[in-house]
Structure formats: C-alpha cells, structure tokens
Nanobody, 121 residues
Framework: QVQLVESGGGLVQAGESLRLSCAAS????????MGWYLQAPGKQRELVAT???????NYADSVKGRFTISRDNAKNTVYLQMNSLKPEDAGVYYC???????????????WGQGAQVTVSS
C-alpha cells in the first residue's frame, strides 16, 4: 500500500515563506514524476509544479520565480519551497506521484491527503 504524506502547511502573512514536504512510503519499484497541485476555494485543482526523477522542473506561470520544487530520491520525498506568498496562493496543496510497481508495466498515480496553506494579506 502506497501512501503520500504531506507536511509543512500553515498560516502565514503575505510575503512570507513556507516549505511543504511530501514523503512516499510503501512497497514499489520506483517513483517517476512528482508534483504539487493547488485547489483554491471554489476552484478546480490546478498544477503548481512538477519534477522528473532526473530533476527537471516545470512550473505554473503564476509561481515562476517564487516557488521551487525539489526532490530527494533516496528519501522518496518531494519539496515545495514557497517564497513571497500571496493571498491567491492559498488553498489545499496536494502532492502527487507517478509510481511504478514491481511486475506491473504501467505506473499508477497517487495523491496525498492535502496540506492547507493560508495566506493573510
């Protein structure tokens, strides 16, 4: 059973920083891409950033230059460093991972339970 557990959410003021972490546990062969998604109140879940196993990152235009995604493959963990936070960055942040299991040809997508980020103006 694979689990993704996020941590690091909280309440900050605009302009401050937060760092989210997401650790994968369980039995699997390899984690391919990992990413972070934001579901703001009343909106659909949207991509924030993704990172390949090799470390190539991709960002939503709204966070470029402010957020940095990184990962530690040895720890099966992905991070999201969020700087210069704005009220519009608030919502529930979900991590996602594309995981390849032993003996199974196609990878499966897994999601964390979400981490609440609140940004006051």
């Amino acid at each position: 059973q694979v689990q993704l557990v996020e941590s690091g959410g909280g309440l900050v003021q605009a302009g401050e920083s937060l760092r989210l972490s997401c650790a994968a546990s369980g039995s699997f062969f390899r984690i391919n891409a990992m990413g972070w998604y934001l579901q703001a109140p009343g909106k659909q879940r949207e991509l924030v950033a993704t990172i390949t196993r090799a470390g190539t990152a991709n960002y939503a235009d709204s966070v470029k230059g402010r957020f940095t995604i990184s990962r530690d493959n040895a720890k099966n963990t992905v991070y999201l460093q969020m700087n210069s936070l704005k009220p519009e960055d608030a919502g529930v942040y979900y991590c996602a991972a594309e995981i390849l299991h032993y003996g199974v040809g196609l990878p499966r997508d897994y999601w964390g339970q979400g981490a609440q980020v609140t940004v006051s103006s």
